[in-house]
């Protein structure tokens, strides 16, 4: 099939692991999330919430923004703080090779 109308500016296909977790926090909060490891996004993971289809880039440097988990997760604090302590042990350092 051809695509005459379509610019591309990126296509590229590469190897990754997924590694699936799920998990229950004091909040009682059930989480069900896929974290991917690629080669892109500077060594950042994407973290998938599996329960609501949303899926972000995240780094060390994001998880020290505060609100970011909240509201890119749709969290409480005390969710987003739950979260935050299973990633902190998972996304470890950006690498920028660029």
Known sequence: MLLPDYDFMSDS???????????IGPSMKRFDLAVTTTNRFYGKKLVTDLQI??????????LEEEGYLEHTF????EEADELNQFLQLVVGTVNFTD
């Open 13 to 23: 296909t590469e190897e990754t692991s997924t590694r699936f977790v799920t998990f």
């Open 53 to 62: 289809g949303k899926t972000a880039i995240i780094g060390a440097d994001d």
């Open 74 to 77: 749709k969290l409480t604090a």
